[in-house]
């Protein structure tokens, strides 16, 4: 697709757990996940999200260079719960399908993470730059749906990482495949084995994040960075375009890793679940008191205790 060609912002869609808005003077479409509960990817949530793609895929397809100030050109993945991105997968679902060995209630999840992670990651395969912004944690398949954008922002006090490898298990729905990509073989290594969380800072010297920004400023830094990213526009959205297309993220690649994930987790034992458990103990009793300040001591406690399980 010739990326002149312009994408119009579609009709406001009814959502339950996601909020949208779009500002036509910068081409900002605008998706803030706010489910109820624990900040985590419900498949409500990941349904509305599948929805959210397919209205942009489907009025890009039939847009045209005649309507002026309708053009979605950015696509930003943000969250509307303080000082939380997203905490990740449904855990609860995940040990109910462990618990009865239902590994198509495992697989069925994974490709609706899928359905959504594929097109982001591609830019839905339009003119459009995808953009994710952190403010305050994401954790597990959280960090993997802030990965899956072209563009990372974080604000200062966020904090990422993987912690499934705490209750055995990997992160399955595409961060090996985007950070791969992204930053090589070694810091992919090192951030989906160790079971760490990171600060913004740390992620930003890796390469994993693209711009930090102060605390309480993520969303001008969207803006600011959409403004010099639209200087020169389309030779921006066509190198984004090489590099998805040479260094493409492939379907089957995603879907067979997910293969495995399911395997995994279906073998987990009562103490992986425990594991499990205390982590989502420790995540719930951080949110209560609207702070992640203490997510890393956490970390360490849990990696302490895997160890002497071992």
Not at 65 to 94: M, Q
Not at 130 to 155: D, K, M, N, W, Y
Request: hydrophobic share 40%.
């Amino acid at each position: 697709m010739d990326t002149s060609t312009s994408v119009v912002h579609f009709a406001q869609t009814c959502f339950t757990q996601l909020e949208t808005r779009f500002d036509p003077e910068s081409g900002i479409s605008w998706a803030y996940m706010r489910p109820p509960g624990r900040p985590c990817f419900s498949p409500q949530l990941l349904l509305e999200l599948r929805r959210y793609i397919e209205d942009i895929v489907r009025n890009g397809q039939t847009s045209s260079d005649e309507v002026v100030g309708e053009r979605v050109i950015y696509a930003v993945l943000a969250s509307r719960t303080p000082r939380i991105f997203s905490l990740g997968g449904d855990l609860g679902l995940f040990r109910n399908a462990i618990c009865h060995r239902d590994r198509e209630q495992l697989r069925r999840y994974a490709q609706l993470c899928i359905d959504d992670l594929f097109p982001w990651n591609r830019n839905f395969d339009l003119p459009v730059t995808t953009i994710s912004l952190v403010q305050g944690t994401a954790l597990g398949g959280g960090f993997e749906a802030a990965l899956a954008s072209s563009v990372v922002v974080a604000e200062e006090s966020a904090r990422m990482g993987f912690p499934e490898v705490l209750f055995n298990l990997f992160p399955g729905m595409g961060a090996y495949s985007f950070l791969k990509r992204k930053v090589g073989r070694r810091v992919t290594d090192e951030l989906i084995t160790s079971g760490n969380i990171y600060t913004a800072k740390q992620l930003y010297d890796m390469g994993v994040v693209d711009v930090v920004a102060p605390d309480g400023t993520g969303e001008k830094a969207v803006y600011s960075y959409v403004r010099k990213h639209a200087r020169a526009g389309r030779g921006r959205r066509a190198y984004e375009r090489v590099r998805s297309d040479f260094e493409a993220v492939d379907r089957a690649e995603l879907e067979r890793i997910t293969e495995i994930w399911v395997e995994t987790a279906v073998q987990l034992e009562e103490r992986d679940l425990r594991m499990m458990d205390r982590l989502v103990r420790a995540q719930e009793k951080a949110r209560t008191a609207q702070s992640f300040t203490g997510t890393s001591a956490q970390a360490r406690d849990l990696i302490a205790a895997r160890s002497a399980a071992d």
